[in-house]
């Protein structure tokens, strides 16, 4: 899960292992999470720490035999951060007043600035005043970087807050300096950089947690799935009830255009529902008396009262919304690039303004304008940027993915899906729908038509439970065909079923070999098929041909894999005749028939061994070893819990097409996260040398260095506007 290495100091040995998360305040960038990280990793009762700086959420797996929450939020205190229970966070959505106040006392300085554009001083404030603004903003609003900075350097790893506050105190300090050695200095005093250094950093992190916490992550919106207030049965009437009133067993009624409270099962009524934020899928789903209906579903049509079974945390909504935090609060491999850089940033950034100062006044330039090019330095070099450009990328891709029917177990599990080049396919439940139906009927006699045969078929099969016998008694119901008493049913194992019908004779049903046809499938179209034969009196009337049928959109699925450059396996424990008949029809790039779960493990580690980054779609539990084998894994929706709790997602709903969206939406991910580092780079790249040539001032860095971490935000929230498939190709349902 996490990119972090195991304390050295834990033991398993008789530990009570807690995993919790907790919000965290007080972090500028990511050098803040990466010394919380070190910090706790230190603590010999702690197993692993991992700070997403995106999300701010701290994910601990700590030894509740040695320590407890509030030791673990007394720990990160001590590191300058506030860290409070995931129940207890308090997402702030209005614009803070203390912002409100700097930005107003701001204000002047923004007026005299305004005036010297036009070459006038008039506008500009007595040297006095600007003095006591300035010291007011520095002494009270950059407390917080003192604080922030002191408590930094005593954790052994500088933050963005030392940039700001060794920028914002030279500043202020050089022109307190200048103005009190000489009274009348007004154009050589630069209170109003200071001023606005900080208010733009102050703005610029309002606006980046905003952004975060109200655009990129999906939770806020998955919440609002669920409607406040529910009709609820008491003693024969409807009653409006708060939803946190609402238990298990309760009777609640929605009707045309509500939202499903709960999970629950439909007691009476029919409705046609939209579960489109569970399975991703855009089918209205019709919904009959005994039918499951999910909390946050919408009714478009009909009316129904349903009984509630699971409420909140407990329902399929809440399952969604706690994986997708839980797995949000992760992190991918590829933010180590972000924790190694954050670690010897600052100080290259420090040495860097020192350079800057130094050769810019040994060239020529004035001390103050030497100054203002090295505080000018520190203030555009900040890596807030850098840090979000992994975890930004992150919540935004799960969320999409979410919506998409595809559950993430976290980063890892997404970066990894961003990079395979083959998939491999198991058959059964994944590829086809697991029901076999009858595909081919064929008459032995011109005594009986295949009608006649598939009845007396039925009659016989109704009284077996195996797969192939229960579709016969389907295809039979299907057609209205009577079915006939059976007497003296007589099975052997393996074989088939012998029965008597009165006016018919002795009936056989089973294998060819069972009813006299040991060399039947000599014709080629007979070869993908599951035979069973009839029999009357020993002698063969019918056989049928039944073969599980292939979900729909598996042609289309199939063909835009093959698209992007992914190759395809299929690897089943079936015939390898059937195995073949599948792939021929989809143009599967290979396929490998009677494989036991050992030899699907053996496979891939051959495919890994070769190069390749391999992905194992599956849903059985003879699939779980070769999804543990994999790089990345799916589960597709009704797959088994071993299967599910083995693989990197969860893939929702029947449809094929989520093993589509999981790793486009993964490899969308993994090119977002690379843009955003050109992001965060080149604002660097580019602002660090302007500033040390004094065409950028501390303001404008201030401003560039706020840009840099919108622009990265603004980029990773474009992963949230994706069209994965075309309308055309969503609806597309043609079965083969």
Sequence with gaps: ??????????????????????????????????????????????????VNFATEVLQISYDANKTDRDEVMAWVAKA?????????????????????????????????????????????????????????????????????AWASIRGGLANMDVLVALGTTAIWAYSSYVW????????????????????????????????????????????????TEVNRRIDGQWVKTNIDHIEVGDVLLANTGDKIAVDGVVKSGFGVCNESHLTGESLLIDKHIGDMVYAGSVLSDGSIEYQAAATGAKTQLGDMMSALQDAQGTKADIARFADKVAAVFVPVVVALAMVSFMANYLLGAEFDIALMRGVAVLVIACPCALGLATPAAIMAGMGTAARHGVWFKDAVSLESAGSIDSIIFDKTGTLTLGRPSVQKIQSLSDKMSEEQALGLTASIEQYASHPL??????????????????????????????GYIDGIGWLKVGTPKFIGLASWQTEDHWMDASLVGLAVDDVPMAIFGLSDTLKADAHSIISRIHHDGIETYLMSGDRQSVVDGVANQLGITAAFGQMSPRDKLSAIETLKSQGKTVAMVGDG??????????????????????????ASARLLGESLSHVFYAYRIARMTLTNIKQNFFFALVYNCIGIPLAAIGLLNPMMAAAAMALSSISVLL????????????????????VS
């Design 180 to 227: 009190l050695t000489d009274l009348h200095a007004m154009h050589m005093v630069y209170f109003e950089a200071s001023v606005m250094v900080i208010a733009f950093v102050r703005l610029g992190k309002y606006l980046e947690h905003r952004t975060k916490t109200q655009s990129l992550n999906s939770l806020g919106l998955l919440t609002q799935l669920i409607p």
């Design 621 to 646: 539990v003879n699939d779980a070893p070769a999804m543990a084998a994999a790089h990345a894994s799916f589960a597709v929706g009704g797959a088994t819990d071993v299967a599910k709790h083995t």
């Design 1 to 50: 899960m996490s990119n972090k290495s195991p304390n050295p100091h834990f033991s398993p040995e008789q530990v009570h292992e807690i995993t919790e998360q907790f919000a965290i305040s007080g972090m500028t960038c990511q050098s803040c999470a990466t010394r919380i990280e070190k910090v706790l990793s230190k603590k010999s009762a702690i197993h692993q720490a991992t």
């Design 715 to 734: 980029n990773a929230m474009r992963l949230k506007r994706v069209q994965l498939m075309p309308r055309e190709a969503q609806s597309d349902r043609s």
């Design 469 to 498: 016998a229960n579709a016969l008694v389907e295809a039979a119901k299907d057609k209205n065909l009577p079915l006939y008493e059976v007497s003296d049913i007589q099975s052997t194992t393996g074989q088939g079923l012998i």
């Design 80 to 148: 300058g951060f506030e860290a409070v229970p995931m129940a207890d966070r308090q997402d702030q959505q209005k614009m803070p007043w203390d912002l409100i106040i700097l930005w107003g006392l701001s204000l002047p300085f923004w007026v005299g600035m305004l005036g010297m554009l036009f070459g006038s001083h008039a506008l500009m404030m007595p040297v006095w005043i600007q003095f006591a603004l300035a010291s007011v903003v520095q002494v009270v609003f950059g407390a917080r970087f003192y604080l922030g």
